[in-house]
T-cell receptor, first 110, second 114 residues
Framework: GEDVEQSLFLSVREGDSSVINCTYTDSSSTYLYWYKQEPGAGLQLLTYIFSNMDMKQDQRLTVLLNKKDKHLSLRIADTQTGDSAIYFCAASYNFNKFYFGSGTKLNVKP | EAGVAQSPRYKIIEKRQSVAFWCNPISGHATLYWYQQILGQGPKLLIQFQNNGVVDDSQLPKDRFSAERLKGVDSTLKIQPAKLEDSAVYLC????????????FGPGTRLTVL
């Protein structure tokens, strides 16, 4: 099956940009996702990118995909304290069978 | 639109006991997932339903876990008997259909096995 890896922690100051990185192993994964999980809550889909795209931008969020290196990143511009949460990278083949990374805990300091 | 509902939110049991979790997906959502999220890890898929049929249960420990979605709407996940390593948050998610992109997650049930 797919193996998705992420770094565990990231700490930034409010107003800075955050970059969360992810690697995956299965080149047949067609969709790559970023989810956000706040304490005591389920996961919320932030954005996703199709594997034939290099970049996707959605307001403060920018997703970069390097398919050759199987590397995905999420950049959050102008990070706010409300962005503090755990961010999960996930991969799927045609919207089915999702494989999640272990999550990156983002801490935003005021 | 109401979200995915799960109950109970918390459950504490002793090992070897049985436990059941309930999930009510968003109305009209044909696809339903159960995930296990162990502390410090990402969600791991246990079972996927399409209406009342099982699409994928390859990672479900079938000797102790069972799940059903009899009428293609709400679903129950059961563990019998529970082990210490079953302590986790059990997440239910639903989406409209097989070919749609967005899964909507419930708040989860936190299970502690003593």
């Amino acid at each position: 099956g797919e193996d998705v890896e992420q770094s565990l922690f990231l700490s930034v100051r409010e107003g800075d940009s955050s970059v969360i990185n992810c690697t995956y192993t299965d080149s047949s994964s067609t969709y790559l996702y970023w989810y956000k999980q706040e304490p005591g809550a389920g996961l919320q889909l932030l954005t996703y990118i199709f594997s034939n795209m290099d970049m996707k931008q959605d307001q403060r969020l920018t997703v970069l995909l390097n398919k050759k290196d199987k590397h995905l990143s999420l950049r959050i511009a102008d990070t706010q304290t409300g962005d503090s949460a755990i961010y999960f990278c996930a991969a799927s083949y045609n919207f089915n069978k999702f494989y999640f990374g272990s999550g990156t805990k983002l801490n935003v300091k005021p | 639109e109401a979200g995915v509902a799960q109950s109970p939110r918390y459950k504490i049991i002793e090992k070897r006991q049985s436990v059941a979790f309930w999930c009510n997906p968003i109305s009209g959502h044909a696809t339903l997932y159960w995930y296990q999220q162990i502390l410090g890890q990402g969600p791991k898929l246990l079972i996927q339903f399409q209406n009342n049929g099982v699409v994928d249960d390859s990672q479900l420990p079938k000797d102790r876990f069972s799940a059903e979605r009899l009428k293609g709407v709400d679903s129950t996940l059961k563990i019998q008997p529970a082990k210490l390593e079953d302590s986790a948050v059990y997440l239910c998610a639903s989406k409209q259909g097989v070919s749609t992109d967005t899964q909507y997650f419930g708040p989860g049930t936190r299970l502690t096995v003593l």
